[in-house]
């Protein structure tokens, strides 16, 4: 009692250490499920931190809401409670987002067709925030060119009420984009082949970085937890914006992976939408870049199966849709899956040390996929 009321302040200090600690242990599998931690380098409670300073708060571990409900909510001014009270039958559209669902979808598939061969003649002097309507005559203008344009690939349907609620991926676009991309014939390289290549990424993209030699040739904007959401404005440590970094320097290559932090936020329209748009002002902003859209690296079949939210088929989904913004052209698709996953399709549990990301040697499996695609200038 003595010792407790001389120090109070290292008793208030080591209860908030360890309710700090109890609630990042209760959400390591649930709302912090996506966030890295390596018990050798931070104690746990660091993963609550981390998860804070992406806008996911210990209270959603008990209320259920994870981030992505609750961004979706901020995003359009709705109480995901009051959503859930007005779920109608089974099977049925998104009631409060009907209208905004078709009109979005409709933008997604004009901005698609139009960015499809855009960016020609916009050099580095682009102004995104006034082209982000991207005139359809940019696909005409290349017809007129003699060059090949692929149609755009439409979703077989939208994504119902149901499926929202339950943070479920729906599949609506179908493995056609997926088929398509594996036409083209990618090339080996070598490693000087990235000597101006770009990688954006979340943290997985942290783990190529640091566990390869690729950043003697090439140049990293990778964040954890970063998303597509926040990609486009997010200040790279020491480096800047995606924007200002393609501004003072020309790269011909562009490597893009995020994904995984934004399962379970809002349909898989709002991601494709949001995923096409960073897409297409990409190449607005390096015209003349090779844009390799990077399939989500899948999770391991015990967290497949265990999660609601971060598991493959959710993974999948998403995957199929950002699959058909591929023309193999100047915006490839390539799936490092078909290294790091087992027979089953799921990533393999001897790469992993937290089932979501890969151990450090493994990435070397990541980078020699990469040089086995290439494009070669035509």
């Known amino acids: 009692m003595k010792?407790?009321?001389?120090?109070?302040?290292?008793?208030?200090l080591l209860i908030t250490g360890l309710l700090f600690s109890a609630l990042a242990i209760a959400g390591k599998n649930n709302v912090y499920a996506a966030q890295s931690y390596d018990p050798l380098k931070a104690p746990i409670l660091s993963v609550l931190f981390t998860g804070v300073n992406d806008d996911i708060y210990p209270w959603q571990i008990f209320t259920g809401q994870t981030r992505e409900t609750m961004a979706q909510a901020d995003s359009s001014g709705e109480n995901p409670d009051l959503l859930e009270e007005e779920q109608g039958r089974e099977g049925e559209t998104i009631p409060s987002q009907e209208e905004s669902a078709s009109s979005k979808a409709d933008t997604t598939a004009g901005e698609k067709e139009a960015f499809v061969k855009s960016g020609e003649g916009s050099g580095k002097e682009v102004n995104v925030s006034e082209n982000e309507g991207v005139s359809a005559n940019a696909i005409e203008t290349e017809k007129e060119a003699g060059e090949e344009v692929l149609p755009p690939i439409e979703p077989l349907r939208e994504s119902t009420r149901d499926e929202y609620l339950n943070h479920i991926s729906a599949d609506i676009y179908g493995d056609a984009g997926v088929l398509r991309a594996a036409e083209y014939e990618f090339s080996?390289?070598?490693?000087?082949?990235?000597d101006d290549a770009m990688f954006i990424g979340d943290s997985r993209t942290v783990g190529l970085r640091d566990y390869t030699d690729l950043t003697e040739h090439s140049d990293f904007f990778c964040e954890t937890s970063l998303t597509i959401y926040k990609v486009m404005e997010e200040d790279f440590k020491g480096k800047g914006t995606i924007e200002s970094a393609l501004a003072s320097k020309d790269y011909g290559k562009i490597y893009l992976m995020v994904g995984i932090n934004e399962l379970g936020r809002g349909t898989t329209e709002d991601f494709m939408a949001e995923y096409t748009k960073v897409v297409q002002t990409l190449r607005q902003l390096e015209p003349e870049a090779k844009i390799?859209?990077?399939g989500v690296m899948r999770v391991t079949g015990d967290k497949n199966s265990s999660d609601a939210i971060y598991n493959?088929?959710?993974?999948?989904?998403?995957?199929?849709?950002?699959a058909t913004l591929a023309d193999n052209q100047?915006?490839?698709?390539?799936?490092?899956?078909?290294?790091v996953c087992d027979e089953e399709g799921n990533l393999n549990t001897d790469y992993t040390f937290?089932?979501?990301?890969?151990?450090?040697?493994?990435?070397?499996l990541w980078k020699q996929f990469l040089l086995e695609h290439g494009v070669k200038n035509s």
Request: negative net charge.
């Open 292 to 294: 390799f859209i990077q």
């Open 330 to 339: 100047n915006i490839f698709y390539i799936d490092v899956n078909e290294v």
């Open 312 to 322: 493959n088929s959710n993974i999948n989904a998403r995957n199929n849709a950002i």
């Open 354 to 364: 937290d089932q979501i990301h890969l151990l450090g040697t493994y990435n070397d």
């Open 3 to 12: 010792f407790i009321k001389r120090c109070p302040f290292f008793l208030l």
């Open 188 to 194: 080996t390289v070598d490693e000087s082949y990235f």
